[in-house]
């Protein structure tokens, strides 16, 4: 089982990647306990060496690839002090997020046989994939709202949607978000809306299983090209959030 962090509070969600057709069945994870953090300092949770680094607007996204054959990815660095193929002991500092705090929230995301993961700004995880790419559940929950956001016309803000007859708190939408597909996902709080969509392939009121088709990717909107976005919010949650992303290993 993973160890989670002592200092920070973790928002334990698993999912399969969004624009693959993937199973968490048979999903492995670590055998050993898992440290990410130690306060502001990420730490290598194994042995291994750095895959990769990747610089987008001041912040570093790192890639470790572990001698398990599992990879971890950091995202949001402020400072890293390792190099591309440096080799790293378990325990050992990768680098520092110097805006995190106590009041930070972490999501652990695994993902299995996928080569592609997301920028994560703000509560925003970003693929910048095709045009039409195939969209799928992160989680089981419904389909609370789906439409055509005119940027033209309409602003961001906070909207009622409802859950059957039920009415559920209001959540936001952009109005930069062109099609979209908002998720209630079951027994939370929390939405996860699909942004700039070329097409919806289920409607309001279905309920649908992670790993099951939901839309297809686009350009939607206020986007410079084609793209996903899926958008997190949970009031619980805040927008002081990071992402930590786990690939298992691939069989």
């Given amino acids: 089982m993973i160890d989670l962090l002592k200092c920070f509070p973790f928002i334990f969600l698993v999912v399969t990647h969004p624009l693959e057709q993937m199973s968490i069945i048979n999903y492995h994870t670590p055998n050993t306990s898992v ?3 130690n306060e502001s300092n990420y730490i290598a949770p194994d042995n291994g060496f750095i895959k990769s680094i990747v610089e987008n607007e001041g912040a570093f996204q790192v890639i470790l690839s572990l001698d398990s054959e599992n990879e971890v990815v950091y995202s949001g660095l402020t400072e890293v002090i390792k190099k591309p193929g440096e080799r790293v002991t378990k325990d050992e500092l990768i680098g520092v997020d110097a805006t ?3 009041e930070t929230k972490f999501i652990l995301m695994f993902y299995e046989y996928c080569d ?7 509560n925003d995880l970003i693929f910048l994939i095709k045009q039409s790419s195939r969209v799928y559940m992160v989680a089981n929950g419904i389909i609370v709202a789906q439409g055509y956001v005119n940027p033209n016309l309409e602003t961001d803000g906070f909207y ?5 007859e ?10 930069d978000v062109g099609n979209y597909s908002q998720v209630k996902l079951a027994g939370t709080n929390t939405f996860i809306s699909y942004w700039h969509l070329s097409s919806f392939l289920k409607m309001v009121n279905s309920f649908l299983h ?7 990717s686009g350009n939607t909107g206020f986007s410079l090209s084609p793209r996903l976005v899926m958008h997190i919010e949970d009031r619980e949650i805040g927008n002081d959030v990071r992402v930590i992303y786990f690939r298992g ?3």
Wanted: aromatic share 14%.
């Fill in 116 to 122: 592609l993961f997301p920028q994560f700004i703000g």
């Fill in 160 to 164: 009622t949607q409802y859950e059957g």
């Fill in 210 to 216: 992670q790993g099951d088709l939901v839309a297809t």
């Fill in 166 to 175: 039920m009415v559920i708190p209001q959540s936001f939408i952009s109005r």
């Fill in 100 to 102: 995190i705090t106590p």
């Fill in 35 to 37: 440290h990410f953090l």
């Fill in 249 to 251: 290993i691939r069989k």
